[in-house]
């Protein structure tokens, strides 16, 4: 087998506690990547370390490293469980300086089942009006199913709704709108039965859409109303333009490891009825910074943003789900350079967003972390 890259992560929480540095770590002989987070890899994994250190075996990779075939895959578990329970049995771990490649060492020794997918993800879209959002869809169904490959995880893809019932959901943790919703009452019933049991969500740009009258009108109170909590669509900025974007919420899984501001990708950015910040149930965690105005090139005037204040991500705190404002590629429409309407910019090419998006995704993969601060606590397994 050919060298490759791998990532091997500990929980941040973890690190903190054995003062290690939040760092990848790059080489070794699998393809896969490799999340440290399993409460018993764990404790597998600071004993090896610590054998290492009193000189017990060596900490060379070639002597851990596991049979050839074999690599660690994902596990997403409590992470502050898992930190507390490793101080319990190793209390001198505090001490400890560790090293990342003796993590690596440790993790690679372990080997796990390469066939079982950590979570499975499935996502519903339509991609039959807008361009931008048809460019966007076909960016996504290539980007996720190469991050599923290197975080573990299944991600497969529908555009036939009438999959949104029990049976089909109940194959999947994750459920994902790329592009649109449901307009049936038989699918609506079930995603929102899903939700309601411990499903998890994630949604994309036009999937928040509602505007009455139009072709997607505001006829969905318990979706765009008690479950986004935006209500129906008021405006946008045009054209698709980057954002400087501030996180307003650093302790959500999605976000901690995001620096304080970032650029985003190009988008066409929506404002909503209902303003978020008086509902308690959502959880913004990251809106679009004064510093982004003008925001907007128009021609129209209110297609130009000058001041307010405008979310571009977030939760609600009683569900397992995010929702991202972001999703609509700039396209050719003038046709400028060709005849095609080709794409001119891109959503899922951006390392910070990127990152977010990952990071919530794994996030709603978790089956033991429930939405931060809700009211109940959403457990797979519990339908």
């Not at 290690?20 to 699998?30: N, S």
């Not at 060492?105 to 390469?114: I, K, M, V």
């Not at 996504?140 to 959901?169: C, E, H, I, V």
Request: aromatic residues 12%.
């Amino acid at each position: 087998m050919g060298s490759a890259a791998l990532r091997v992560t500990l929980p941040a929480p973890a690190f903190e506690e054995l003062h290690l540095p939040l760092v990848p770590f790059r080489g070794g002989p699998c393809g896969k990547c490799a999340e440290i987070t399993s409460l018993t890899r764990l404790r597998i994994l600071v004993q090896r370390v610590e054998s290492v250190q009193a000189g017990r075996q060596s900490a060379d990779h070639d002597s851990l490293s596991p049979p050839r075939g074999r690599h660690c895959r994902p596990a997403i578990h409590g992470r502050q469980r898992a930190a507390s329970d490793i101080r319990a049995m190793h209390p001198g771990a505090r001490g400890h300086k560790l090293s990342v490649a003796a993590l690596l060492c440790g993790c690679l020794a372990l080997g796990a089942d390469p066939g079982t997918p950590v979570f499975r993800v499935v996502a519903f879209y339509t991609a039959k009006q807008d361009p931008a959002h048809i460019s966007f869809v076909h960016e996504a169904r290539t980007w996720f199913p190469k991050m599923a490959a290197q975080y573990g995880f299944r991600f497969d893809t529908t555009s036939d709704w009438r999959n949104l019932s029990a049976p089909f959901l109940s194959k999947y943790e994750v459920v994902v709108f790329l592009d649109t919703r449901p307009e049936q009452p038989a699918q609506r019933a079930a995603f929102q039965a899903y939700m309601e049991h411990g499903g998890a969500w994630m949604g994309f740009h036009f999937a928040g859409f509602a505007l009455t009258p139009s072709a997607v009108p505001a006829n969905w109170p318990w979706y765009h109303t008690t479950f986004l909590g935006s209500g129906s669509y008021v405006s946008n900025t045009w054209r698709p333009t980057s954002a400087i974007l501030r996180v307003e919420d650093r302790n959500h899984p999605a976000t901690y490891r995001l620096p304080p501001m970032f650029q985003s990708s190009a988008n066409e950015w929506y404002r909503w009825a209902n303003d978020l910040r008086n509902n308690p149930d959502i959880d913004i965690l990251i809106a679009i910074d004064s510093s982004s105005f003008p925001l907007g090139t128009g021609p129209k005037p209110d297609e130009i943003w000058h001041s307010g204040y405008y979310p571009a991500v977030w939760t609600n705190r009683h569900y397992k789900m995010i929702y991202f404002n972001m999703g609509h590629n700039d396209m050719d429409y003038e046709q400028k350079y060709d005849g095609t309407n080709r794409t001119l910019s891109y959503t899922l090419n951006n390392p910070i967003q990127d990152q977010l998006i990952i990071d919530a995704l794994l996030w709603l993969g978790d089956r033991e972390k429930k939405a931060p601060g809700g009211a109940q606590s959403y457990r797979r397994g519990t339908r």
